[in-house]
């Protein structure tokens, strides 16, 4: 398969072996990404890193991916600290970055802003999330996870949990789990359901389906529960905010009642919605989640430039 110099914007933009083949990829790089291998793979390759939203993970998980490749990283976490608070244009900046880099790694708050960085740049751009859009490499992290926690990815019965209108990364792995089969229930308050438009791709895709604002319910038959923070940063209404924050929190109370095997996944941050004491038990795995995008994240980097290991 060829992804040299290929845009990844959206999880759409890949088939289901394209998937598979980085999934199989990124376990190859599991030991260079704990530091029991080294490798000097993109040794003179630049990688710019703008982030016009802030972040933790992804951010740093992308330079650490870049770094444990042997390549360089410049760029920015702070927009305000550029040429955009003189009224510097995006298109602009991502020309100069392409400039500058041999790769383009994108926050934006406007959805569709990491497709539209495509038309001003040769380098490779990958969408480190756009607004309530798409966060393609968070989604192959997830399922990433899912792979090494259950030895495969179909055929789960996954619950996605919390706030799933403006949530991009339940947008983008409930799409993804459809493409393996995988059962689906969409636990969330009525305000914050799943967009229709991601509802009529995953039915589509002939997966089982299944929407309620019951918790307890979808839990009992889980293997696997994917829960969201309530993103108060995308609520243009404040009120409609404090209605929904903190309808939902896991407990070790709520996980007496679930399989053994459940597996708790959170693209983190975390506030409330998941009690700390649910961190000492054995069906958490959203720490070793958030470690997973540096495997699959130097995959992606090491298949874009051409160069494999």
Known sequence: MNFINKDIISIKDFSKSEIDHILHYAEKMVPYAKGDKTTTLLQGKILSSLFFEPSTRTRLSFESAM???NGRVIGFADPTATSQKKGETLADTIRMADAYSDIIVIRHPSEGAARLATQFAEAPILNAGDGAGHHPTQC???????????????KQNVVLLGDLKYGRTVHSLAYALSLYGSNLTFVSPKSLQMPREVVNECKKLGVTLKSTTKLNKALSDADVLYVTRIQKERFPDLEEYNRVVGTYQITPDILEQVKE????????PRVTEIHQDVDKTNHAVYFKQAFNGVPI???LLSLI????L
């Open 67 to 69: 770094n444990r490749l």
């Open 140 to 154: 192959l992290l997830d399922l990433f996870t899912i792979y090494q926690e259950k030895k495969h990815i179909g």
């Open 261 to 268: 095997k459940l597996i708790i996944m959170h693209p983190l």
């Open 297 to 299: 994240r130097m995959a």
């Open 305 to 308: 430039t051409g160069v494999k």
